[in-house]
């Protein structure tokens, strides 16, 4: 939520912050703007897109600055509210990522010392707390205003009698220092600057760092200098383009077959009839477990959902779902489960503050994340990476399925340890797993029979998804996406539920989505469609293509392969996925942004 970036080296700043503010953009799109120093601060900003402030910039040649790209959260989303913020001399530029708790109090005591305010944003305290303290040194000015702000924050600052310096501290919201040749960067993510460096490094809570384009200075919270640890990122910048795809979301789905194989990647051996993960991670599925419990929100919360299903299936540990923001006050918590977050960001503020909670409560903590260096790798006791590479449209897709992919594995090697598997079916399991990225390139290569589908979809005023067992989740997921991303209300259902109340929405103008599999549930699922038809509602099945019988019950059927029932979630996932993009292609709408919506929620 919101993209802070900074800059400083030997290139136009406008060019690099307005280049990193689109890379940035997933993360709040309500209004962007930078402040430059080109002799003195110029600032521009506009609300909507980045376009919008780059038509504004005249060319500069000043070669320091900071850039923002907002979700609105304090504030309507207007001109003023807009990011940079600036003190009242106009020459100190701050942009923040967070929310100032006790910002109303501050407020009224700068109001009362003479201070200007020209918007109704939480951030802007922070600008005014740095100027009235501010003698020549940002870094010290900074450490003061900190003192008194209560709440999460990202910010990075300069000021125009420091030229070639930025300063930026963070609490509870990202902050990545880039390291370059002759040119330094901060952002809230490594995507930001990815074209100008690999290099990385990450700052913790209460650190600050002052960087200049030749040097990168880290102070911890009693101002003492301390060392960080240079880190190298795997992330291809391509990996963050469109490739010629239309929207990041489109390229993402197709980067399936990829991301899939990616997740076991150093993970599997099948000479060896292994599952292996870090060394914190083999600690933590190795001890003593009595329950876990599995928090996470949105479609994290889903892969969540789906990874119950494979755990309780192939070990005897009971698993818990939990929405992260529901877990932190209500959840059951003890020594002996494993809190286990997922987490795509690593940076959604509900699920860290889940994750805060269990381990407060003695509970083990594993996260599954994306993103090296992210505040929830650095919180729990152990984490494993989805490698899923960058993922930039607001709607999770390639991440979901390597979550499953990892929670799978997860599964399996609990089961291992507790000798509930022999190495034969271990075998198995590893081959038919590597079987899925050519499931998944079997499903993107019939994406116009989605086409046709999402053509009859397109004009419905609301959709049903319904699904068995694991397909339940899935039938969640599937609703969520067309939602986010068309606008179509859309819900999941288990199929078993649909009589207990959901029929009475039941017209002939509600396709319903039914996913259906050939295991234990696929006559109880055949009957739910006939109940369906039944009241004249169009059913659209997703079916295995050895299904020779589902023609006879769904009005529509969409096809996915299956060689084996490992994992058919993978295959089903991308249907659901590429139906819900033509939906909202043939509606026009902003796929890769929806609205209302940003990718990382770093608020709760
Ligand atoms: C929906 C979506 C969101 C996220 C949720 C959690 O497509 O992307 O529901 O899944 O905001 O985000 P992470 O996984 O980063 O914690």
Not at 196 to 203: A, G, I, P, S
């Given at each position: 939520m919101?993209?802070?970036?900074?800059?400083?080296?030997?290139?136009?700043?406008r060019?690099?912050?307005?280049?990193s503010?689109?890379?940035?953009?997933?993360?709040?799109?309500?209004?962007?703007?930078?402040?430059?120093?080109?002799?003195?601060?110029?600032?521009?900003?506009?609300?909507?897109?980045?376009?919008?402030?780059?038509?504004?910039?005249?060319?500069?040649?000043?070669?320091?600055?900071?850039?923002h790209?907002?979700?609105?959260t304090?504030?309507?989303v207007?001109?003023?509210?807009?990011?940079?913020?600036?003190?009242?001399?106009?020459?100190?530029?701050?942009?923040?990522?967070?929310?100032?708790?006790?910002?109303?109090?501050?407020?009224?005591?700068?109001?009362k010392?003479?201070?200007?305010?020209?918007?109704?944003?939480?951030?802007?305290?922070i600008?005014?707390?740095?100027d009235?303290?501010?003698?020549?040194?940002?870094?010290?000015?900074?450490?003061?205003?900190?003192?008194?702000?209560?709440?999460?924050?990202?910010?990075?600052?300069?000021?125009?009698?420091?030229?070639?310096?930025?300063?930026?501290?963070?609490?509870?919201?990202?902050?990545?220092?880039?390291?370059?040749d002759?040119?330094?960067f901060?952002?809230?993510?490594?995507?930001?600057?990815?074209?100008?460096?690999?290099?990385?490094?990450?700052?913790?809570?209460g650190?600050?760092?002052?960087?200049?384009?030749?040097?990168?200075?880290?102070?911890?919270?009693?101002?003492?200098?301390?060392?960080?640890?240079?880190?190298?990122?795997?992330?291809?910048?391509?990996?963050?383009e469109?490739?010629?795809?239309?929207?990041?979301?489109?390229?993402?789905?197709?980067d399936?077959?990829?991301s899939?194989?990616?997740?076991l990647?150093?993970?599997?051996?099948?000479?060896?009839?292994?599952?292996?993960?870090?060394e914190?991670?083999?600690?933590?599925?190795?001890?003593?477990?009595?329950s876990?419990?599995?928090?996470?929100?949105?479609?994290?919360?889903y892969?969540?959902?789906?990874?119950?299903?494979?755990?309780?299936?192939?070990?005897?540990?009971?698993?818990?779902t939990?929405?992260?923001?529901?877990?932190?006050?209500?959840?059951?918590?003890?020594?002996s489960?494993?809190?286990?977050?997922?987490?795509?960001?690593?940076?959604?503020?509900?699920?860290?503050?889940?994750?805060?909670?269990?381990?407060?409560?003695?509970?083990?903590?594993l996260?599954?994340?994306?993103?090296?260096?992210?505040?929830?790798?650095?919180?729990?006791?152990?984490?494993?990476?989805?490698?899923?590479?960058?993922?930039?449209?607001?709607?999770?897709?390639?991440?979901?399925?390597?979550?499953?992919?990892?929670?799978?594995?997860?599964?399996?090697?609990?089961?291992?340890?507790?000798?509930?598997l022999?190495?034969?079916?271990?075998?198995?399991?590893l081959?038919?797993?590597?079987?899925?990225?050519?499931?998944?390139?079997d499903?993107?290569?019939?994406?116009?029979?989605?086409?046709?589908?999402?053509?009859?979809?397109?004009?419905?005023?609301?959709?049903?998804?319904?699904?068995?067992?694991?397909?339940?989740p899935?039938?969640?997921?599937?609703?969520?996406?067309l939602?986010?991303?068309?606008?179509?209300?859309?819900?999941?259902?288990?199929?078993?539920?649909?009589?207990?109340?959901?029929?009475?929405?039941?017209?002939?103008?509600?396709?319903?989505?039914?996913?259906?599999?050939?295991?234990?549930?696929?006559?109880?699922?055949?009957?739910?469609?006939?109940?369906?038809?039944?009241?004249?509602?169009?059913?659209?099945?997703i079916?295995e293509?050895?299904?020779?019988?589902i023609?006879?019950?769904?009005?529509?059927?969409?096809?996915?392969?299956?060689?084996?029932h490992?994992?058919?979630?993978i295959?089903?996932?991308?249907?659901?996925?590429?139906?819900?993009?033509?939906?909202?292609?043939?509606?026009?709408?902003?796929?890769?942004?929806?609205?209302?919506?940003?990718k990382?929620?770093?608020?709760?």
């Amino acid at each position: 939520m919101c993209g802070i970036i900074g800059y400083v080296g030997f290139r136009e700043a406008r060019t690099v912050l307005l280049e990193s503010l689109k890379r940035l953009d997933y993360r709040g799109y309500d209004s962007a703007g930078v402040a430059i120093i080109d002799k003195n601060l110029k600032v521009y900003k506009e609300i909507g897109e980045i376009a919008n402030v780059e038509k504004k910039i005249p060319q500069l040649k000043g070669t320091t600055g900071v850039g923002h790209t907002r979700w609105a959260t304090h504030g309507g989303v207007t001109k003023e509210n807009a990011h940079p913020h600036l003190s009242c001399d106009k020459k100190i530029a701050i942009v923040h990522n967070g929310i100032i708790e006790n910002y109303t109090k501050l407020k009224e005591d700068l109001k009362k010392k003479g201070h200007r305010f020209v918007s109704q944003t939480d951030s802007e305290v922070i600008a005014h707390l740095i100027d009235d303290v501010y003698k020549g040194n940002l870094e010290e000015a900074i450490f003061a205003a900190i003192k008194k702000i209560k709440g999460s924050y990202a910010i990075v600052a300069v000021s125009q009698d420091e030229p070639g310096k930025i300063v930026g501290v963070r609490n509870e919201s990202p902050l990545v220092i880039g390291v370059g040749d002759s040119e330094n960067f901060l952002a809230s993510d490594i995507t930001a600057f990815l074209k100008y460096t690999d290099r990385v490094m990450f700052l913790n809570d209460g650190e600050l760092c002052v960087i200049t384009a030749n040097s990168i200075k880290v102070l911890n919270t009693n101002k003492k200098q301390i060392k960080k640890k240079e880190e190298l990122i795997t992330w291809d910048f391509t990996d963050a383009e469109k490739s010629g795809f239309p929207h990041f979301m489109l390229k993402e789905i197709y980067d399936q077959p990829d991301s899939i194989h990616h997740a076991l990647r150093g993970r599997i051996s099948e000479m060896e009839e292994t599952i292996t993960f870090p060394e914190p991670v083999e600690k933590l599925l190795k001890s003593e477990i009595n329950s876990i419990h599995i928090v996470a929100c949105g479609t994290s919360f889903y892969a969540g959902l789906v990874g119950k299903y494979l755990i309780e299936q192939h070990t005897n540990i009971p698993v818990f779902t939990e929405i992260a923001s529901e877990y932190r006050y209500f959840g059951t918590r003890n020594e002996s489960s494993l809190v286990i977050a997922i987490t795509q960001s690593g940076e959604t503020a509900d699920t860290l503050a889940a994750l805060r909670e269990a381990q407060l409560s003695g509970s083990k903590t594993l996260v599954i994340t994306n993103v090296i260096g992210s505040t929830a790798t650095r919180i729990a006791d152990g984490y494993i990476l989805q490698q899923s590479g960058p993922e930039i449209g607001v709607a999770a897709t390639k991440t979901f399925t390597s979550q499953i992919m990892v929670l799978f594995l997860i599964a399996l090697k609990i089961a291992l340890l507790q000798k509930k598997l022999g190495s034969d079916e271990l075998y198995n399991y590893l081959f038919h797993l590597k079987a899925l990225p050519r499931h998944v390139r079997d499903v993107l290569e019939r994406s116009n029979d989605i086409i046709a589908i999402a053509k009859q979809l397109k004009d419905a005023k609301s959709v049903f998804f319904i699904g068995r067992g694991i397909n339940y989740p899935l039938s969640l997921e599937g609703a969520l996406k067309l939602k986010e991303i068309s606008y179509i209300h859309a819900e999941g259902f288990a199929a078993g539920e649909l009589k207990h109340g959901p029929f009475a929405l039941l017209t002939k103008d509600t396709p319903v989505v039914a996913i259906v599999t050939q295991d234990e549930t696929y006559e109880k699922i055949l009957a739910n469609i006939g109940e369906i038809k039944a009241r004249g509602s169009p059913v659209i099945a997703i079916a295995e293509d050895k299904d020779t019988e589902i023609e006879n019950h769904a009005d529509f059927v969409l096809r996915f392969p299956v060689s084996s029932h490992v994992l058919p979630c993978i295959p089903i996932t991308v249907v659901l996925q590429l139906l819900a993009y033509h939906v909202a292609d043939l509606r026009k709408c902003p796929i890769d942004k929806p609205r209302n919506l940003a990718k990382s929620v770093t608020v709760e």
